[in-house]
């Protein structure tokens, strides 16, 4: 029998009611969910979970980075890892994100966020993971 480490992803939204939604269905599903506000707190936790598999982002975010330019920063600095971007004030067409990014418009039902980031972590989670 393999063991696998558990999913990561880290979710990145300055609204703390939304990324608290967000980050709370993903752990109902049986995923570890890190959370940020801005974007420089983003790379921080980044660089201290390598587990962390997916990057959840919304688009506009106070500091000198926004989403859009986290995204492509995380896609440089860890090309292994999936982003999704998000916004409810503009839209992102893929091809604007790296490699590997998905736009999600808001408002976004939660379990349309949890069934791409199942999809982009490699399949559905158990539901009886705890």
Same mark, same amino acid.
């Given at each position: 029998m393999?063991f696998?480490?558990?999913?990561?992803?880290?979710?990145?939204?300055?609204?703390?009611?939304?990324r608290?939604v967000?980050a709370d269905a993903l752990?109902?599903?049986?995923?570890?969910?890190?959370?940020?506000?801005?974007?420089g707190? !983003?790379?921080?936790?980044? !660089?201290?979970?390598?587990?962390?598999?997916?990057v959840?982002?919304?688009?506009n975010?106070?500091?000198e980075?926004?989403g859009l330019?986290l !995204?492509h920063?995380v896609?440089?600095?860890?090309?292994?890892?999936?982003?999704?971007v998000?916004s409810g !004030?503009?839209s992102?067409?893929?091809?604007?994100?790296?490699?590997?990014?998905?736009f999600l418009?808001k408002p976004?039902p939660?379990?349309?966020l949890v069934?791409i980031?199942e999809?982009?972590l490699?399949g559905?989670f158990?539901d009886?993971?705890?």
């Amino acid at each position: 029998m393999s063991f696998t480490l558990p999913k990561e992803v880290l979710v990145v939204e300055d609204e703390p009611f939304v990324r608290m939604v967000a980050a709370d269905a993903l752990t109902e599903r049986g995923i570890m969910a890190w959370e940020a506000g801005d974007a420089g707190e !983003a790379l921080h936790v980044l !660089a201290e979970h390598p587990n962390i598999g997916l990057v959840f982002t919304d688009v506009n975010m106070p500091g000198e980075m926004d989403g859009l330019g986290l !995204a492509h920063e995380v896609n440089r600095l860890r090309p292994d890892v999936s982003l999704i971007v998000t916004s409810g !004030a503009v839209s992102v067409a893929d091809e604007e994100l790296p490699d590997s990014g998905t736009f999600l418009s808001k408002p976004y039902p939660t379990r349309k966020l949890v069934q791409i980031v199942e999809e982009k972590l490699d399949g559905p989670f158990d539901d009886t993971v705890g």
